[in-house]
């Protein structure tokens, strides 16, 4: 239709509201509770337009256009009542702006800079009516300086979905406030500062407590970037000055990770790492016990020449690399490049065998393709989303508020975990199965499907094989028979059963709750095993869905940082794909045996492993039984550990290499949903760390293999050259949005979903399962069950979110959750400190009670190297994919 | 101040179940019953009712019927009305301050009166005038004030 603002006919689609038309056509139009993503509700009064039909004044962000309408934004009446409104706006507002944080970024600023506004002709505000609230480390709400706009409250409620903040009180009095006014911090604030209210305030109402007074807008160098933490891959802004990291500010961009800017605790406030005085600057070598400084030359020569003197005496095969899923692409791939092509042993391995192992291996198996099938941006179009041993609000908090707004529109919810996790409270369907019976529980899901005729029979007979296995196999778990196993009662295994059937599209997401276990493989071909019957894969908002928790995991993965597979999942063991790598790398180095995986490499270490390089990973708290791979670490003849900081694993090295963090290099990550995203250098790295990727390459050159690569681009394009599905990937295509893999070639656009048409491996293959019970049981001296994972706050093994003040500050002790009825039993309180021992070890750590976990259950989180809680964990391996039954502990415990 | 014992207030969840907006109504049937709404109780309605805390104290802290305070056994409105206002309602209110020691809002530490300020209650003839409980006392003067409480 054609509409005619300020006597300039234009063109506009039916259904846009005046100010959408408008900047379309860029006509500018001031507002201040507008953003392009929250519903409008015409609250401030700024976009006033004269409507010529009816001669009145309308909010253009609620007015919709009509055809052969006339509209005026700049006719006296408009600017006149624009002013009035920021005079009374102002006549209540500190004219502080000296000294205000959001000074050069305040919309009120700029609008009564346009206006020509010194002051209010209704007098000035000269006492505050309001108390700053800042009883909490992240956020400042000064509700003097707030023009009730409500952006916070709408970005809060509908894309956050944390209803944390609302207007409260009345008349004059209102303002933004928490639960109880009792501030973000308050005991029933649900706020897990996010800062995406400060992000969306036009003023300065809203600011960030850790970098007040450290700089203003105008004072920040910007570089977007990815974040470092979990798998979801958030682009965010880091904002620098003086080679500082000051801010961390959102990205507003579609078709990113994170369109809304959104970002969780750990991206926003966990940024103090980068600068802490406690970082790498030199390299060090240990001599007599003790860690030297040395300069880069004598480090390096030291760690090539005993690379080589182990390889010379014992073969390659002693030597074993651990790359690290914090690390970029290129790194990763230069790493097990080094490995491979130079050491001559496939011993290359990374956490991924802590976490996501099982998953490859159970995905390639059903079919052909071992990563997150959908989209994260599709989560909003599922009908129905089954959350199954992942806890997505904590570990990958996007993803979790995304779920939730999915939740609030239509989206129906079913979750299981051994937890009363925050998803919990939502679901129409929530139930607790006993930690490690996920395959009684699935088994009992497809029984009810297949009994009652749910299956979609059409997919099973064109896309799958195996199906006639599979149902004699579920036939003998009956509902009945499975809530004996799992705890759950018989009649929600039925309504679960049925909503999940019954949904035209059904998601499933999992996490370390399904893989961290013996029968870690098991479960994943049991989560694929009721998508491929329930006809839920290869279409939009289906899908299985495995959540990656480090921000580079599914790239090191990808690029081969696994002792089986060189990067793009090709097996080692194939003689034709080594012939091509020894080709293409020049070598004739590589061998056809698969390498240990990282558990088997501390097992070896001391005997077959005689050398270890470890770039960014922290085994000692990471890895099941710590005093295991404490030993292990003390028996090796040579290691050499390249990190940020001198983490506890790095005190056993013989060398440690400073590295760079991601904000002081270039390169790329792959997020959870195969999308490979740019990495790029805000500030230098402090003293004379250097990137990974340039350390390898010296050590490498040094070891007599040539690497010059001028930049991680460079190395980019060689990966395309080597990798099927990375094909396409080169760093000048990335743009703005990353591009997901499989992209074969440079015009390939990437892959938004997986195995359309046809699955990779052709069809999909139903493994049937039986139920195998955890490799620990409750007996009479360990009679309770400890479950491990991550929490909220901190991440993997501290090494960045305990480096960072506020987060630790927030969060400074290590704790373990008990159910009320047992705290009762064991006459513990909240606090008390309790000795918790397994048949490996023992801890101290603080009390939480509650009924998050169920009688009997204990939930540790794995973060605190003072209560590590791998000192208690079993190291028992799943037999396919190696990875260690983390979740499932017996242990016994005791009040100190 | 004796515990709630918030599974009684289930009778109230039980009537507006699969009622829309039912928010206010609840809240307003729970005051009735226990008086007021104390944080334990706001959690039980958050958790019953799926209702962020943030909005349950939005709502409680903008409609003035709703009070987080415990009640005193009589409540006194003073009338804030423009006819009351012009005749003294003022001198009402501070003479009512200070023999009860108490802010408008406030209760007394024996919890016999607890003390609101209120619009016109529209008994204009007879203003200024307040009211305690049901019972509406006008034409005083701040004189009469000790002679009025010492009633109850």
């Not at chain 1, 920021?86 to 970024?105: F, K, R, V, Y």
């Not at chain 1, 997020?671 to 230098?684: D, M, P, S």
């Not at chain 1, 990137?691 to 681009?713: F, H, V």
């Not at chain 2, 809240?27 to 805390?53: D, N, W």
């Amino acid at each position: 239709m054609e509409i005619t603002i300020d006597k300039q006919k234009i063109e506009v689609e039916k259904g846009k509201t005046v100010l959408e038309a408008a900047e379309e056509n860029g006509i500018a139009i001031p507002t201040l509770c507008h953003s392009p993503f929250l519903e409008d509700v015409g609250a401030c009064r700024m976009c006033l337009i004269e409507d010529l039909a009816d001669g009145k004044l309308k909010t253009s962000c609620t007015t919709e256009v009509k055809d052969g309408m006339e509209v005026l934004t700049k006719s006296k009446r408009v600017e006149d009542s624009r002013r009035t409104i920021l005079d009374l706006l102002i006549s209540d507002h500190p004219l502080d702006c000296m000294t205000c944080e959001a000074d050069g970024s305040c919309t009120l600023q700029d609008l009564a800079y346009q206006y020509g506004i010194e002051r209010s002709s209704y007098g000035t505000k000269s006492e505050p009516r309001f108390k700053v609230e800042r009883d909490n480390e992240f956020i400042e709400l000064d509700p003097d300086k707030c023009i009730l706009c409500g952006k916070c409250i709408r970005v809060d409620q509908d894309i956050q979905c944390s209803d944390a903040i609302d207007f409260v009180e009345r008349g004059f009095q209102t303002k933004v406030g928490a639960a109880s006014d009792e501030g973000l911090g308050g005991e029933d604030s649900t706020c897990v500062f996010c800062g995406q209210c400060v992000e969306l305030c036009p003023t300065g109402a809203l600011s960030y407590i850790p970098s007040q007074k450290k700089g203003r807008e105008y004072n920040f160098e910007k570089t977007v970037t990815t974040c470092p933490y979990c798998g979801v891959g958030c682009q965010l802004e880091l904002k620098t000055k003086d080679r500082k990291v000051i801010e961390v500010g959102s990205v507003y961009r579609e078709g990113t990770p994170n369109p809304y800017g959104e970002a969780c605790v750990k991206g926003r406030f966990g940024y103090d790492f980068i600068n802490h005085p406690d970082r790498l600057k030199k390299p060090l070598i240990k001599r007599n016990g003790k860690f030297e400084e040395a300069e880069w030359e004598e480090a390096l020569s030291l760690v090539a020449e005993k690379l080589t003197e182990i390889k010379d005496e014992y073969g390659g095969r002693a030597l074993a690399g651990l790359s690290s899923a914090k690390c970029t692409n290129e790194e990763n791939y230069l790493m097990q490049k080094f490995m491979r092509a130079v050491i001559g042993t496939n011993s290359v391995d990374h956490c991924a065998r802590l976490c996501h192992a099982s998953t490859v291996a159970g995905l390639v198996k059903a079919f052909g393709s071992g990563a997150m099938t959908n989209s994260i941006s599709e989560i909003e179009g599922s009908d129905l989303i089954f959350v199954i041993g992942s806890n997505p609000t904590e570990n990958h908090p996007v993803i979790g508020s995304k779920m939730k707004k999915a939740h609030k529109n239509r989206t129906k919810l079913i979750v299981a975990d051994p937890r009363q996790i925050e998803l919990s409270g939502l679901a129409e369907v929530a139930v607790q199965q006993q930690p490690g019976t996920d395959v009684a529980l699935l088994n009992g899901l497809m029984h009810v499907i297949i009994e009652e005729g749910l299956a979609d029979q059409e997919f099973i007979a064109e896309r799958t094989e195996n199906y006639e296995y599979l149902a004699s196999v579920v036939e003998d778990y009956t509902p009945e028979k499975v809530a004996e196993i799992t705890g759950v009662e018989a009649a929600k295994i039925k309504k679960a059963a049925r909503l999940f059937a019954e949904a035209d599209k059904a998601a499933i997401y999992f996490a370390m709750g399904i893989t961290q276990h013996r029968t870690g493989t098991d479960n994943v071909l049991s989560v694929a095993n009721l998508a491929l019957l329930t006809g839920n894969v290869g279409r939009e908002s289906t899908g299985v869905n495995p959540l990656r928790g480090q921000n580079n995991v599914q790239g090191a993965c990808d690029l081969g940082a696994l002792s089986n597979v060189y990067p793009g999942y090709q097996s080692v063991e194939d003689p034709e794909i080594k012939e091509k790598f020894a080709r293409a790398w020049e070598t004739e180095e590589l061998s056809a045996e698969v390498g240990l995986t990282v558990v088997e490499i501390f097992k070896q270490a001391g005997e077959d492993i005689r050398g270890l390089y470890i770039i960014g990973e922290n085994p000692v708290i990471s890895d099941p039984d710590q005093r295991h791979i404490e030993e292990a670490l003390d028996s090796l003849d040579f290691l050499v550990v390249e990190d940020i900081f001198l983490t506890e694993t790095a005190q056993f090295a013989d060398v440690v290499l400073p590295a760079a963090c991601f904000a002081e290099k270039e390169g790329s990550f792959t997020n959870t949903e195969r999308r490979i995203q740019k990495v790029n250098k805000a500030i230098g790295p402090p003293g004379e760390a250097r990137a990974d990727w340039k350390i390898i390459s010296e050590i490498s050159t040094r070891m007599g293999y040539q690497m010059n690569y001028d930049s991680p681009a460079d190395i980019m394009a060689e990966i395309a050259e080597v990798t099927p599905i990375y094909g396409g990937i080169y760093a000048d295509r990335l743009g703005d949005q990353g591009l997901q893999w499989p992209c074969k070639d440079r015009e390939d656009p990437g892959t938004k979903f997986l195995h359309q048409g046809e699955f990779a491996r052709g069809k999909g293959k139903f493994h049937p399962v039986t139920y195998i019970p955890p490799a620990e049981e409750v007996d009479d001296e360990y009679d309770y069950i400890m479950m491990t994972g991550r929490m909220l706050y901190h991440f993997h093994t501290g090494t960045m979110t305990r480096n960072s003040e506020p987060i630790d500050k927030h969060e400074p002790d290590a704790y373990l959750e008990i159910n009320k009825k047992d705290a009762k039993k064991l006459r513990i309180k909240e606090g008390d400190r309790v000795r918790v021992t397994s048949r490996r070890g023992e801890v101290e750590t603080n009390v939480r009670i509650g009924d998050r976990v169920q009688p009997g259950q204990i939930f540790m989180p794995f973060h605190y190297a003072e209560s590590p809680a791998n000192r208690l964990t079993n190291p028992v391996l799943d037999k396919d994919a190696k990875i260690p039954e983390l979740k499932v502990t017996a242990v016994k415990i005791e009040k100190v | 101040m004796a515990a709630i014992k918030l599974s009684a207030l289930d009778h109230i969840f039980e009537k507006y179940e699969g009622k829309k907006g039912k928010l206010i109504p609840v809240l307003h049937e729970i005051q009735e019953e226990v008086g007021y709404l104390p944080v334990e109780v706001q959690r039980y309605v958050s958790e019953k009712l799926g209702v962020a805390m943030s909005k349950i104290y939005g709502v409680i802290s903008f409609y003035s019927f709703f009070t987080t305070e415990p009640k005193g056994e009589h409540t006194i409105g003073v009338c804030m009305g423009t006819a009351c206002y012009v005749k003294g309602a003022e001198d009402i209110l501070n003479r009512l301050k200070e023999e009860l020691g108490i802010e408008t809002g406030q209760t007394t530490a024996d919890n016999k009166f607890t003390m609101t300020m209120t619009r016109c209650l529209g008994t204009c003839s007879m203003a200024p005038v307040i009211m305690i409980d049901d019972q509406v006392h006008g034409n005083l003067e701040a004189e009469k004030i000790p002679e009025i409480i010492n009633k109850y």
